[in-house]
């Protein structure tokens, strides 16, 4: 079994890398660490910062995740700023956002960034969904998940999903489109 440390506190994100890395023999272990993180416009530079950040700090191959999402009735917002959008909006507040728009889609692109202090490589994932109509499900962390329903969730917000019993939560985990898959494939070989 091969160990990666990955520079996060965020339990479902955990969760997700360990039911896509363990079956192919890869320990994640997570590590908490203060990584400042920069703002701005792009997503890729944003998560190469991080890990750069992450790795200084730990001193040993390290993994940093990050989402970004866009809304295409509203030219990409919020893009990289949803964890601070998440902060100050409650869910209704994304639905007054979202009220008389008829393209409710949103499109959740995942990255995934690995450095050693000599490789630095990129992985990502996109998801789409869309933003529901009343507030479904409830969440304290992100308020967003009580209204976004991603399409691969059959219907259910993501707070719906994340709410169903342990072994189907674990399942959504395991079919999850996500960066970790492209990582765990890589990574299993060097």
């Known amino acids: 079994m091969k160990t990666i440390f990955f520079a996060t506190t965020n339990e479902d994100k955990i969760r997700i890398a360990r039911a896509i890395c363990e079956p192919a023999g890869i320990v994640v272990e997570p590590v908490a660490l203060h990584i400042p993180e920069i703002q701005g416009e792009d997503p890729e530079v944003i998560i190469r910062d991080k890990v750069q950040r992450a790795f200084e700090q730990l001193d040993k ?6 989402d970004s999402w866009n809304i295409p009735a509203l030219r990409g917002f919020p893009g990289p700023y949803m964890k601070s959008i998440n902060h100050w909006f409650k ?100």
């Open 91 to 190: 869910p209704e507040d994304f639905l007054r956002l979202m009220h008389g728009v008829a393209d409710r889609r949103i499109i959740l692109h995942q990255y995934l960034a690995y450095t050693d202090g000599t490789v630095t490589k990129i992985f990502t994932s996109s998801a789409e969904g869309k933003i529901v109509d009343e507030v479904r499900g409830h969440h304290d962390e992100f308020p967003s998940k009580s209204v976004i329903a991603l399409d691969m969730d059959g219907g259910k917000t993501i707070a719906e999903a994340l709410e169903q019993d342990p072994e189907k939560v674990e399942e959504r985990y395991k079919n999850h489109p996500d960066p970790w898959r492209e990582f765990a494939a890589w990574y299993k070989n060097i």
């Open 61 to 66: 191959p390290v993994v940093v995740s990050d």
